[in-house]
């Protein structure tokens, strides 16, 4: 990576920074003789800073000013003449808000586009007449006024094109020839469709035998040099850090803090969706935490910014078998946990998350709470999904059966706004949770077809 940057990109990146979350010690955006800085020198994760958020005191009262120019850009139809760049960015649910995410020249994105997810009232009392069936969730939930942002509506299937559409326009401006991550499986697919738009190389290293079918297929077919590393997702993450630093490679996965930055868009797009109104809860689940870090970072924002005047607080569901951030929590944070992961939501079979150190900061500030639940609950949660038209993988439907224990528990009162997040698509575990008996085989007839509507 070592060809000069354009003047223009220089310039632009020339204004970021990276803090350490741990020392707050700073660096610069992009290093001088161009190599990768992915942690500081004491070994924490970093934070990307630029001026639209360093001195929020200078632009609070453009608070209109800032509502409006989103608005105008989410109003564009959503066809336009192909080929549109300027149009393509202001219709990306990440490249949108492009001040609040990264300051790079528009025409070196990497975009599909993406983001623009549905967020579906499914409350006792928000589901509309034309959602009658959606309103099961919400009796399920116990909650009356219930959205979910279902981010598996994003062209790969999974909220982690938001990270990747940043990461891989960051590899691009640096020239990287090669970029690589660790994944349980949307990371991936993700990863290994932007490299492919952009031209580049992508490896992937996933956990044998681990990965969702649907996901893995994703990989192969995008073109990813795929290996399977005989071992579990965090043994993956490790290789990939040595690989990386070893042979030049640029990593992406969201330890990369330029993919926590494009992540940040779901806040942003939840927002703009509710006409810029913070909701009580926003609950999502949780593994590496890399997400937690980056919606928290988005509403945190957003409040310096003056978009909105409180933070939502912060629900993350862990699965009971995966949950070293909840037996964190239990202890008052006093030390970080790890696991040996074991879940039937492979998305989130996790047991020594990257993130710790960014999501703990969001749980803290949002006076939020940690929960965890069992697979036999996010099983019966992602059936009520499913049965309801809208469905998702797994791992998302940890959301659902948290919002449910916490409502339980009291927790959240059913009167309270809540947000949940649902990370995947249906269609990329087509395995876990599916009903037992499948479609049944009848003779060409209607006796046979009255057999099976009355058994
Ligand atoms: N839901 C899904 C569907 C995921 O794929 C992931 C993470 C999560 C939730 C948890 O998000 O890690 O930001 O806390 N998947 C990563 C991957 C690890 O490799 O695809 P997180």
Redo the contacts with the bound molecule.
């Keep these: 990576m070592n060809s000069p940057l354009a003047p223009d990109v220089e310039a632009a990146l020339s204004v970021v920074v990276l803090r350490c979350v741990e020392c707050a010690a700073c660096y610069p955006g992009v290093e001088e003789n161009r190599s990768s800085r992915y942690r500081c020198d004491c070994g924490g994760v970093l934070d990307v800073e630029h001026p639209f958020v360093s001195h929020p005191a200078s632009i609070s009262s453009a608070r209109t000013a800032w509502r409006q120019l989103f608005d105008e850009r989410a109003a564009i139809p959503p066809i336009w003449p192909a080929g549109d760049n300027r149009t393509l960015l202001d219709y990306s649910g990440v490249w949108r808000y492009r001040e609040l995410i990264l300051p790079v020249p528009e025409q070196y994105v990497v975009s599909r586009p993406e983001g623009n997810t549905g967020l579906y009232p499914v409350g006792k009392e928000n589901c509309g007449a034309g959602r009658t069936g959606h309103r099961q969730i919400g009796l399920y939930a116990g909650v009356d006024h219930l959205f979910l942002k279902h981010e598996g509506e994003n062209p790969t299937g999974?909220f982690?094109d938001r990270g990747m559409t940043v990461g891989v326009t960051m590899a691009s401006l640096l020239g990287a020839q090669a970029v690589a991550?660790?994944?349980?499986?949307?990371?991936?697919a993700s990863l290994a469709s932007y490299a492919a738009q952009a031209g580049m190389r992508s490896l992937v290293f996933l956990p044998a035998g681990n990965v969702a079918s649907g996901k893995l297929a994703q990989s192969l077919a995008y073109g990813a040099t795929t290996i399977q590393v005989a071992g579990d997702?965090d043994d993956a993450m490790r290789l990939v850090e040595r690989v990386c630093d070893e042979l030049g490679i640029y990593l992406l996965n969201?330890l990369n803090p330029f993919r926590i930055e494009g992540q940040k868009a779901i806040g942003f797009e939840i927002l703009q969706q509710l006409r810029w109104l913070a909701p009580d809860w926003l609950v999502l689940?949780?593994?590496?935490?890399?997400?937690?870090s980056a919606i928290g970072k988005a509403f945190r924002q957003a409040q310096q910014l003056s978009l909105i005047n409180r933070m939502p607080r912060f629900a993350a569901i862990q699965a009971a078998g995966a949950n070293p951030f909840y037996r964190s929590f239990t202890r008052g944070f006093e030390r970080r946990e790890q696991v040996n992961a074991s879940t039937v939501a492979s998305?989130?079979k996790?047991g020594n998350?990257v993130?710790y150190t960014r999501a703990r900061r969001v749980i803290e500030e949002s006076d939020g709470i940690v929960e965890e639940v069992t697979d036999a609950e996010i099983l019966a949660a992602k059936t009520i999904i499913d049965r309801a038209g809208i469905g998702c993988?797994p791992?998302?439907a940890a959301t659902l059966a948290g919002i449910r224990k916490l409502v339980e528990r009291g927790v959240i009162s059913h009167h309270e706004c809540v947000v949940g997040i649902l990370?995947?698509h249906l269609l990329?575990d087509s395995q876990t949770g599916m009903p037992q008996q499948g479609s049944v085989v009848v003779e060409t007839n209607i006796e046979a077809v009255r057999r099976v509507l009355l058994a």
């Design positions: 999974s982690k991550c660790a994944s349980t499986g949307n990371t991936s997702f969201s689940p949780a593994g590496n935490l890399g997400n937690t998305a989130i996790i998350p993130s993988e791992a998302s990370t995947g990329k």
